[in-house]
Protein backbone atom coordinates (compact mmCIF):
# COMPACT_ATOMS: atom_id res chain seq x y z
CA UNK A 1 0.00 0.00 0.00
CA UNK A 2 1.57 3.49 -1.04
CA UNK A 3 0.16 6.40 1.94
CA UNK A 4 0.73 9.82 0.67
CA UNK A 5 0.13 12.61 3.19
CA UNK A 6 -1.23 15.61 2.12
CA UNK A 7 -0.42 18.93 4.47
CA UNK A 8 -1.56 22.69 3.20
CA UNK A 9 -1.22 26.29 4.65
CA UNK A 10 0.75 25.05 7.69
CA UNK A 11 1.35 29.45 7.81
CA UNK A 12 4.21 29.25 9.92
CA UNK A 13 4.00 32.16 12.07
CA UNK A 14 0.85 31.43 13.10
CA UNK A 15 1.37 28.14 14.18
CA UNK A 16 0.01 26.22 16.99
CA UNK A 17 2.80 24.17 19.18
CA UNK A 18 0.27 21.37 20.06
CA UNK A 19 -1.18 20.57 16.71
CA UNK A 20 2.60 20.86 15.35
CA UNK A 21 3.54 18.57 17.94
CA UNK A 22 0.69 16.34 17.03
CA UNK A 23 1.12 16.28 13.23
CA UNK A 24 4.67 15.25 13.33
CA UNK A 25 2.94 12.26 15.81
CA UNK A 26 0.75 11.00 13.21
CA UNK A 27 3.31 11.05 10.40
CA UNK A 28 5.44 8.71 12.36
CA UNK A 29 2.75 6.50 13.26
CA UNK A 30 1.12 6.42 9.55
CA UNK A 31 4.62 6.48 7.95
CA UNK A 32 3.47 7.66 4.55
CA UNK A 33 5.52 7.08 1.46
CA UNK A 34 5.51 10.98 0.54
CA UNK A 35 3.98 14.42 2.45
CA UNK A 36 2.60 17.05 -0.18
CA UNK A 37 2.80 20.68 0.83
CA UNK A 38 0.57 22.16 -1.19
CA UNK A 39 0.89 25.54 -0.28
CA UNK A 40 1.07 28.35 2.02
CA UNK A 41 3.70 26.94 3.88
CA UNK A 42 4.69 30.42 5.77
CA UNK A 43 2.64 33.49 6.86
CA UNK A 44 4.79 36.16 5.38
CA UNK A 45 7.53 34.11 3.58
CA UNK A 46 10.38 35.69 6.00
CA UNK A 47 13.50 33.58 6.61
CA UNK A 48 12.76 32.39 10.31
CA UNK A 49 9.39 31.13 9.13
CA UNK A 50 10.69 29.06 6.03
CA UNK A 51 13.81 27.99 8.75
CA UNK A 52 10.81 26.84 11.03
CA UNK A 53 8.79 25.19 8.19
CA UNK A 54 12.17 23.44 7.01
CA UNK A 55 12.86 21.93 10.69
CA UNK A 56 9.09 20.68 10.77
CA UNK A 57 9.20 19.14 7.66
CA UNK A 58 12.61 17.06 8.66
CA UNK A 59 10.58 15.61 11.17
CA UNK A 60 8.05 13.79 9.02
CA UNK A 61 10.58 10.53 8.08
CA UNK A 62 9.26 11.05 4.36
CA UNK A 63 10.14 12.38 1.07
CA UNK A 64 8.77 15.89 0.33
CA UNK A 65 7.14 17.48 -2.34
CA UNK A 66 6.50 21.36 -1.42
CA UNK A 67 4.69 23.95 -3.84
CA UNK A 68 4.88 27.89 -2.93
CA UNK A 69 1.37 29.44 -2.01
CA UNK A 70 0.67 33.21 -2.61
CA UNK A 71 1.60 33.83 1.61
CA UNK A 72 5.29 32.21 0.23
CA UNK A 73 6.23 35.40 -1.59
CA UNK A 74 7.34 38.35 0.60
CA UNK A 75 4.58 40.47 0.35
CA UNK A 76 5.97 43.69 2.17
CA UNK A 77 9.78 43.41 0.41
CA UNK A 78 8.79 44.76 -2.50
CA UNK A 79 12.28 44.37 -4.37
CA UNK A 80 12.45 40.94 -3.67
CA UNK A 81 9.06 40.12 -4.51
CA UNK A 82 9.54 41.73 -7.98
CA UNK A 83 12.81 40.04 -8.69
CA UNK A 84 13.37 37.03 -6.39
CA UNK A 85 10.25 36.13 -5.54
CA UNK A 86 10.59 32.56 -4.53
CA UNK A 87 14.52 32.69 -3.40
CA UNK A 88 13.45 31.77 0.29
CA UNK A 89 11.68 29.18 -0.77
CA UNK A 90 13.99 27.49 -2.91
CA UNK A 91 16.26 27.79 -0.17
CA UNK A 92 14.28 25.70 2.50
CA UNK A 93 12.87 23.46 -0.64
CA UNK A 94 15.11 23.83 -2.71
CA UNK A 95 15.24 25.00 -6.35
CA UNK A 96 12.51 23.01 -8.39
CA UNK A 97 8.99 25.29 -8.11
CA UNK A 98 7.29 22.29 -9.70
CA UNK A 99 8.36 19.07 -8.60
CA UNK A 100 7.67 15.37 -9.63
CA UNK A 101 7.47 12.01 -7.86
CA UNK A 102 6.94 8.65 -9.68
CA UNK A 103 6.80 5.14 -7.70
CA UNK A 104 5.28 1.99 -8.90
CA UNK A 105 2.40 2.63 -7.65
CA UNK A 106 1.70 6.65 -7.14
CA UNK A 107 2.32 9.64 -9.72
CA UNK A 108 2.80 13.38 -8.35
CA UNK A 109 3.09 16.33 -10.15
CA UNK A 110 3.22 19.57 -8.74
CA UNK A 111 2.15 22.81 -10.35
CA UNK A 112 3.18 26.74 -9.03
CA UNK A 113 -0.39 28.40 -9.32
CA UNK A 114 1.11 31.80 -7.85
CA UNK A 115 2.02 34.57 -9.75
CA UNK A 116 4.29 37.20 -8.36
CA UNK A 117 2.39 39.91 -9.56
CA UNK A 118 -0.99 38.74 -7.94
CA UNK A 119 -1.95 39.08 -4.67
CA UNK A 120 -4.00 36.12 -3.78
CA UNK A 121 -5.47 34.58 -7.43
CA UNK A 122 -3.71 31.84 -8.69
CA UNK A 123 -3.49 30.61 -12.45
CA UNK A 124 -2.63 27.54 -14.58
CA UNK A 125 -0.99 28.49 -17.62
CA UNK A 126 -1.23 26.85 -21.05
CA UNK A 127 2.23 25.72 -21.02
CA UNK A 128 1.79 24.28 -17.66
CA UNK A 129 -1.45 22.40 -18.46
CA UNK A 130 0.58 20.59 -21.38
CA UNK A 131 3.38 20.01 -19.06
CA UNK A 132 1.04 17.88 -17.06
CA UNK A 133 -1.24 16.47 -19.19
CA UNK A 134 1.97 14.75 -20.88
CA UNK A 135 3.25 13.65 -17.85
CA UNK A 136 -0.40 12.47 -16.86
CA UNK A 137 -0.57 10.39 -20.37
CA UNK A 138 2.79 8.58 -19.49
CA UNK A 139 1.47 6.99 -16.70
CA UNK A 140 0.87 3.45 -15.81
CA UNK A 141 -2.37 1.74 -15.08
CA UNK A 142 -0.78 1.18 -11.58
CA UNK A 143 -0.22 4.62 -10.65
CA UNK A 144 -2.69 6.64 -8.76
CA UNK A 145 -2.09 10.24 -10.72
CA UNK A 146 -2.23 13.38 -8.57
CA UNK A 147 -1.52 17.01 -9.67
CA UNK A 148 -0.79 19.27 -6.70
CA UNK A 149 -2.20 23.12 -7.10
CA UNK A 150 -2.37 25.68 -4.19
CA UNK A 151 -5.60 27.93 -4.76
CA UNK A 152 -8.75 25.27 -5.71
CA UNK A 153 -10.35 23.63 -8.73
CA UNK A 154 -13.73 23.67 -7.28
CA UNK A 155 -15.27 25.48 -4.28
CA UNK A 156 -18.66 24.49 -2.29
CA UNK A 157 -19.69 28.21 -1.19
CA UNK A 158 -20.03 30.55 -3.35
CA UNK A 159 -17.93 33.50 -1.42
CA UNK A 160 -15.32 31.22 -2.27
CA UNK A 161 -16.01 31.59 -6.10
CA UNK A 162 -13.28 34.27 -6.68
CA UNK A 163 -10.40 32.23 -5.31
CA UNK A 164 -11.19 29.31 -7.82
CA UNK A 165 -7.88 28.63 -9.90
CA UNK A 166 -7.97 31.11 -13.24
CA UNK A 167 -7.78 28.61 -16.12
CA UNK A 168 -9.15 25.35 -13.98
CA UNK A 169 -11.61 24.47 -16.83
CA UNK A 170 -9.12 24.30 -19.64
CA UNK A 171 -7.02 22.26 -17.52
CA UNK A 172 -9.71 20.14 -16.65
CA UNK A 173 -10.26 18.86 -20.14
CA UNK A 174 -6.93 17.98 -20.49
CA UNK A 175 -5.91 16.32 -17.31
CA UNK A 176 -9.03 14.22 -17.11
CA UNK A 177 -8.39 13.35 -21.00
CA UNK A 178 -4.60 12.60 -20.15
CA UNK A 179 -5.53 9.84 -17.15
CA UNK A 180 -5.75 12.32 -14.56
CA UNK A 181 -7.61 10.74 -10.65
CA UNK A 182 -7.21 13.59 -7.97
CA UNK A 183 -6.12 17.44 -7.79
CA UNK A 184 -5.03 18.25 -4.77
CA UNK A 185 -5.35 22.40 -3.60
CA UNK A 186 -5.99 24.19 -0.61
CA UNK A 187 -5.45 28.04 0.40
CA UNK A 188 -9.26 28.24 1.35
CA UNK A 189 -8.31 26.22 4.61
CA UNK A 190 -11.73 24.12 4.20
CA UNK A 191 -11.77 20.28 3.47
CA UNK A 192 -13.92 18.54 1.50
CA UNK A 193 -13.37 16.27 -1.67
CA UNK A 194 -15.82 17.05 -5.00
CA UNK A 195 -16.71 15.19 -8.20
CA UNK A 196 -15.44 17.53 -10.74
CA UNK A 197 -17.47 16.46 -13.56
CA UNK A 198 -16.04 16.11 -17.20
CA UNK A 199 -17.82 14.07 -20.41
CA UNK A 200 -14.09 12.31 -20.64
CA UNK A 201 -13.04 11.21 -17.36
CA UNK A 202 -14.10 12.12 -13.76
CA UNK A 203 -11.25 13.42 -11.33
CA UNK A 204 -11.97 14.66 -8.00
CA UNK A 205 -10.76 17.96 -6.15
CA UNK A 206 -8.89 16.56 -2.65
CA UNK A 207 -9.07 19.93 -0.66
CA UNK A 208 -7.03 20.54 2.75
CA UNK A 209 -7.70 22.46 5.50
CA UNK A 210 -5.10 24.48 7.34
CA UNK A 211 -2.78 21.72 9.14
CA UNK A 212 -1.21 23.30 12.24
CA UNK A 213 -2.37 27.05 12.04
CA UNK A 214 -4.65 29.19 13.99
CA UNK A 215 -6.01 30.43 10.91
CA UNK A 216 -9.10 28.36 11.03
CA UNK A 217 -12.03 28.71 9.06
CA UNK A 218 -15.95 27.63 8.52
CA UNK A 219 -15.78 26.47 12.40
CA UNK A 220 -13.49 23.52 11.11
CA UNK A 221 -10.43 22.12 12.96
CA UNK A 222 -6.77 21.72 11.88
CA UNK A 223 -7.53 19.04 9.63
CA UNK A 224 -4.68 16.89 6.86
CA UNK A 225 -5.37 14.09 4.43
CA UNK A 226 -3.97 10.94 4.10
CA UNK A 227 -4.54 8.98 0.64
CA UNK A 228 -4.22 4.84 0.94
CA UNK A 229 -3.91 3.57 -2.85
CA UNK A 230 -2.39 -0.03 -4.18
CA UNK A 231 -2.33 -3.33 -2.41
CA UNK A 232 -4.20 -3.90 0.42
CA UNK A 233 -7.31 -1.46 -0.29
CA UNK A 234 -10.03 -2.85 -2.73
CA UNK A 235 -9.04 -2.84 -6.42
CA UNK A 236 -8.74 -0.25 -8.43
CA UNK A 237 -9.46 2.66 -5.33
CA UNK A 238 -8.35 4.85 -3.35
CA UNK A 239 -9.18 5.98 0.22
CA UNK A 240 -9.05 10.09 0.81
CA UNK A 241 -8.78 10.29 4.85
CA UNK A 242 -10.00 13.35 6.48
CA UNK A 243 -7.67 13.81 9.90
CA UNK A 244 -8.75 16.63 12.29
CA UNK A 245 -7.05 17.67 14.97
CA UNK A 246 -9.02 17.62 18.56
CA UNK A 247 -7.89 19.69 21.38
CA UNK A 248 -9.41 17.28 24.02
CA UNK A 249 -6.63 14.41 22.83
CA UNK A 250 -4.08 16.55 21.18
CA UNK A 251 -4.23 14.70 18.32
CA UNK A 252 -5.36 14.06 14.97
CA UNK A 253 -7.93 11.24 13.94
CA UNK A 254 -10.35 10.34 11.38
CA UNK A 255 -13.07 11.56 10.50
CA UNK A 256 -14.30 11.00 7.22
CA UNK A 257 -13.05 8.73 4.55
CA UNK A 258 -14.27 8.99 0.80
CA UNK A 259 -13.63 5.59 -1.35
CA UNK A 260 -12.65 6.91 -4.72
CA UNK A 261 -12.50 4.56 -8.31
CA UNK A 262 -11.08 5.91 -10.84
CA UNK A 263 -13.90 6.57 -13.33
CA UNK A 264 -16.42 6.25 -10.69
CA UNK A 265 -17.20 6.64 -7.00
CA UNK A 266 -18.83 4.65 -4.09
CA UNK A 267 -19.26 6.09 -0.36
Known amino acids: MTILLQISDTHFGTEKLPVVEALAALSLQQRPDLVVLSGDITQRARPGQFRDARSFVDRLAAPVLAIPGNHDIPLFDLIARI?????????????????????????????????????????????????????????????????????????????????????????????????????MGGHIHLPYVIALPDPVRPMWAVQAGTAVSSRVRGGIPNSVNLVRWGSGISEGRCLIERWDYADNCKAFSPVMVTEVKPGGMTD
Not at 97 to 104: F, G, I, K, T
Open 83 to 183: FHPYARHCTAFGDELEPVHSSRDLLVVCVNTTRWYRHTNGEVSTEQTERVAGYLAGASPEQLRVVVVHQPFAVRRAEDVHDRLRGYATALRRWAAAGGDLV
